[in-house]
């Protein structure tokens, strides 16, 4: 199990940028795809980001391609998502996930989770 603090979260206005980070507490984090994925109130989280264990390939949804940057930094145990062109459908707590295995979009497909940092886009 890895550990993992979501940083970066806060009030943005349309159209500006935020990066989150995710620390993660285990030497092993380059064994681990990490996922990004973001929640509203009542929802189930949406899938958002994922990276692979070297980084070498990155999954997006729809929604934020072209907008949102998934990046990783084995040597500093953290994960990244630069976000650019906020929206205020972009509001949402946001989640960094992990598992050894990739499970693609698939929430129940990552073990582990953050506690969620708050992004929110004010129009």
């Known amino acids: 199990q890895v550990q993992l603090v979501e940083s970066g979260g806060g009030l943005v206005q349309v159209g500006g940028s935020l990066r989150l980070s995710c620390a993660a507490s285990?030497?092993?984090?380059?064994?681990?795809?990490m996922g990004w994925f973001r929640q509203t109130p009542g929802n189930e989280p949406e899938f958002v980001a994922a990276?692979?264990?070297?980084?070498?390939?990155?999954y997006y949804a729809d929604s934020v391609k072209g907008r949102f940057t998934i990046s990783r930094d084995n040597a500093k145990n953290t994960v990244y998502l630069q976000m650019n062109s906020l929206r205020p459908e972009d509001t949402a707590v946001y989640y960094c996930?992990?598992?050894?295995?990739?499970?693609?979009?698939?929430?129940?497909?990552?073990?582990?989770w953050g506690q969620g940092t708050q992004v929110t886009v004010s129009s």
């Open positions: 990276i692979t264990w070297s980084g070498g390939a990155t």
């Open positions: 996930a992990g598992d050894r295995s990739y499970s693609g979009g698939l929430a129940t497909g990552y073990a582990d």
């Open positions: 285990k030497r092993t984090f380059s064994s681990y795809i």
